[in-house]
């Protein structure tokens, strides 16, 4: 998997800053392997490790993760950002039926989803009907009203099988672009909310197809045209999403046979070509294999992690405990010990458990600590970090050391007045002696040493 490889791509990098060119390009090179495995179409991988590479050079090496898992979850994070930044809900008519369009290549299940979707809808108290605009193949017709009666909804079609009574004249072979129409006119008056149109596709790009799905759209002016695409393409996914957004236009799109082994390559690639959301994921024959799409699931199918993020956030989480402990054993030789660059760490601890006006309340000891970092709000809570940032290693180590011309300096860099730095160091003096009579009682990362 990517994790294995990145694993012997690092080797002792842990906590040494930030990672080198060299490390960033051997990891862009197994994650465009990983993608390119996962069936991701290679312009979108290169694009996509381009993007990545960029972000991991910001990032400064967490001494949480080892950088394997750290370049895992950023190429993680974007692309469960790029798969769902768009998400939406399907998007309803001001005025009823609200127009669904379905369109893809034969055999990409549409006609599956038609059912799937209109169950779906129905649940949620809609009343839907399935239109049934492919006249192509001879068994279409029948098979949307197998799938519409399984799904307990009404199907319209061309006679003999129309539940209107056979109000149209088109039979198989007939006028899709006719039926299409009629099919508004048949909802607005039986009182069908939702219309859901199936339509035909060949088994590849064709001007034909794209020519009758176009002119199904104009008769029936969709709310939503929903672009099928069988997960199992992989890269001919990115051919068929141009080509359907160029001839027809499509304004999301649902992923299909999701339950087969396909990596999920051809989410990112459609989603990253084509800029419109997916929305929903189809993963199997029956009506109920049907969900919205979920993002993350997705990221975690194309990078084949599978548990692999959770034990990242276990890391993560872990890692403050250890960060705690080693605090106590500090301190356990007495509060001078205790720095400015300790203060620092302790200030981004809170900062890290949200606002700090909820949080005073619930520390052991902290009562009597209100004094000591009066009044602080996040903000100000920046600002000392700030100021911590702007002193010296051996200033941080020896606050004692911080004298006039110093401050003044501390001042200039962190761009505060050179009185918030005496506040600063003053608070800090008077936190330290606090604590001390505590018995190191109070802050998040001492929670431990109260304990021994
Ligand atoms: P259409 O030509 O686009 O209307 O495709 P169909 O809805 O007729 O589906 C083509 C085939 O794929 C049928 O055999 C379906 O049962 C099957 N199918 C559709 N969706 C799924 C799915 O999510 N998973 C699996 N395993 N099969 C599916
Ligand atoms: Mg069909």
């Known amino acids: 998997t990517l994790s294995d490889r990145l694993s012997s791509v690092f080797t002792n990098l842990r906590g040494k800053g930030r990672l080198s060119d060299a490390d960033i390009d051997a990891t862009a090179r197994e994650i465009r392997i990983a993608l390119l495995e996962a069936d991701v179409a290679l312009p979108v991988v290169r694009q996509f490790t381009t993007a990545i590479k960029e972000r991991a050079r910001g990032e400064e090496v967490s001494k949480a993760l080892n950088p394997a898992q750290q370049v895992i979850k950023i190429v993680n994070d974007e692309l469960v950002e790029i798969l769902g930044g768009q998400t939406r809900r399907l998007q309803f008519a001001k005025t009823p039926p609200t127009v669904i369009m379905l369109a893809g290549l034969q055999g990409a299940g549409k006609t599956t989803l038609a059912g799937k979707l209109a169950r779906w809808l129905r649940e949620?108290?809609?009343?839907?009907?399935?239109?049934?605009?492919?006249?192509?193949?001879?068994?279409?017709?029948?098979q949307l009203q197998v799938v519409g009666e399984r799904a307990g909804v009404a199907v319209y079609a061309p006679e003999p099988g129309n539940t209107d009574g056979g109000q149209t004249s088109s039979g198989p072979g007939g006028d899709p672009v006719k039926v299409a129409r009629d099919s508004i006119e048949f909802a607005r008056r039986a009182q069908h909310d939702m219309v859901i149109v199936d339509t035909a596709g060949r088994l590849g790009i064709d001007a034909d197809m794209m020519q009758q799905a176009a002119d199904i759209r104009d008769a029936v002016q969709p709310d939503e045209v929903l672009f099928v695409v069988d997960a199992m393409v992989g890269q001919d996914a990115v051919n068929t999403a141009e080509?359907?957004?160029?001839?027809?236009?499509?304004?999301g799109v649902v992923l299909t046979k999701l339950d087969g082994d396909a990596r999920g390559g051809a989410a990112l690639s459609v989603r990253y070509v084509t800029g419109q959301p997916i929305m929903f994921a189809s993963n199997g024959e029956k009506l109920e294999d049907f969900d919205v799409f979920h993002p993350d699931r997705m990221a975690s199918r194309i990078l084949g992690m599978g548990d692999m993020l959770t034990l990242i956030e276990q890391a993560q989480q872990h890692f403050d405990e250890a960060?705690?402990?080693?605090?106590?054993?500090?301190?356990?030789?007495g509060m001078q010990n205790f720095t400015?660059?300790?203060?620092?760490?302790q200030l981004m601890a809170i900062r890290r458990m949200g606002p700090i006006g909820n949080l005073l309340g619930m520390l052991p000891g902290m009562g009597q600590m209100k004094d000591a970092i009066s009044q602080v709000d996040d903000k100000d809570l920046d600002r000392t970090a700030a100021i911590i940032r702007s002193m010296t290693p051996a200033e941080r180590e020896n606050p004692k050391m911080i004298n006039g011309s110093r401050r003044l300096r501390i001042a200039n860099g962190s761009g505060v007045r050179v009185n918030d730095v005496n506040?600063?160091?003053?608070?800090?003096?008077?936190a330290r002696k606090m604590m001390g009579q505590l018995g190191g009682m109070g802050l998040p990362g001492m929670r431990r040493a109260s304990k021994k």
């Open 423 to 430: 506040q600063l160091v003053d608070r800090f003096f008077e």
């Open 340 to 345: 400015l660059e300790d203060f620092l760490d």
């Open 243 to 251: 080509a359907f957004g160029d001839g027809v236009g499509f304004s």
């Open 124 to 142: 949620q108290g809609h009343t839907p009907v399935l239109v049934a605009c492919d006249l192509q193949r001879p068994n279409a017709v029948t």
């Open 323 to 333: 960060e705690a402990e080693k605090m106590a054993a500090k301190l356990s030789g």
